[in-house]
């Protein structure tokens, strides 16, 4: 009896200490598991813009800061106000707050280049949006619209609607899709002399600009029935000059953006057409190329988002509040 309850209690111990052993295995794989989870480096983006006056880029801006966030990162926004100096000051402090990535849309192509060469230095990936930057090897990936076909559709709508035409362009030279906008445009009407550009002034990609290049315009007495504004801002800024000067009547604007005021201004009757981008798409195939990238997945050095021409014929089919 002394031996089986002997061997009873050898076999309860035994017992007791198969589960102490399974509970502190369980224990440890618990506490291992929470220890990889607080090891998770939360990454720091960084985002600049040649500026933040325009609705555009903050549309952009909110869609690339709901990924970093959903993803638990962080997103530091600077606004250098079209000042390349000053954007490449403010990419020199985000590197040293110990930002992991950039999302840049350079005030000058040409202009960010020593921000880049330092990007690489310190190993920091570099995504570009919405236009190109000059030494494109120094970057990852570029993510933009189409602006060749944004310009060019604004010239085919408009060669649809006038057999002639005296036409004002006014947009910024310093901006790479800018330029290719024009590009488009004037390729398209390259071979059709009945379509004459009568001035092109440039100038910053905002309404202010606009509206001021649009004044010189009319009081150098320049006779004009077509405007191609590089941007909406700017157009929409050539709009409020000729409005100011009662000189707008028979004029057709057309802008590149796709912008709520834009389509409001062509639903109103102001406005003849915009290229509509999507920054929404932009920022969000930006943010998403970013993560791929640091997962260590290929990405494409080139993305290209369609734009879509926007008229009071096809207005019912976008939302006026919003952007694409």
């Known amino acids: 009896m002394e031996q089986r309850k002997g061997g009873i209690r050898w076999k309860t111990r035994g017992a007791m200490a198969g589960t102490i052993v399974i509970l502190f295995l369980i224990l440890t794989a618990v506490v291992l598991g929470l220890a990889g989870k607080e ?79 330092l990007c690489r230095k310190k190993k920091i990936p570099v995504f570009v949006m919405d236009t190109p930057v000059y030494e494109k090897e120094l970057v990852v990936s570029t993510i ?37 906008r024009v590009k488009g445009f004037l390729d398209t009407i390259r071979e059709h002399p009945e379509y004459q550009v009568v001035a092109k002034k440039n100038g910053a990609a905002e309404l202010e600009v606009g509206m001021r290049e649009m004044k010189k315009i009319i009081n150098e007495g320049i006779t004009f029935d077509v405007v191609l504004g590089g941007n909406d801002p700017t157009a929409l800024g050539c709009i409020a000059a000729m409005q100011k000067m009662n000189k707008e009547e028979g004029v057709m604007v057309y802008g590149i953006d796709g ?40 990405v494409e050095q080139e993305i290209k988002i369609p734009v879509t021409l926007i008229t009071r014929d096809n207005m019912k089919n976008y939302s006026i509040s919003g952007w694409q």
């Open 259 to 298: 912008s709520p005021d834009a389509k409001a201004m062509i639903k109103a009757g102001y406005m003849e057409a915009t290229s509509a981008q999507s920054p929404v798409r932009i920022g969000m195939k930006a943010a998403e190329t970013a993560y791929e990238y640091l997962d260590g997945k290929p």
């Open 39 to 117: 090891e998770k480096k939360q990454r720091k983006f960084g985002a600049t813009y040649m500026t933040m006056n325009n609705p555009y880029f903050e549309v952009l801006d909110e869609n690339i800061k709901e990924i970093v966030e959903g993803n638990g990162d962080i997103l530091i926004t600077r606004d250098p106000l079209q000042d390349q100096e000053k954007q490449n000051a403010q990419i020199r402090d985000m590197i040293d707050e110990g930002i992991d990535v950039l999302f840049l849309n350079p005030v000058d192509w040409k202009g960010i280049q020593s921000s880049l060469e």
């Open 144 to 180: 933009l619209s189409d602006n060749y076909e944004a310009g060019a559709a604004c010239a085919k709508d408009m060669m649809r609607k006038r057999q002639s035409a005296k036409i004002v362009i006014v947009y910024s030279q310093n901006i790479n899709s800018t330029s290719e």
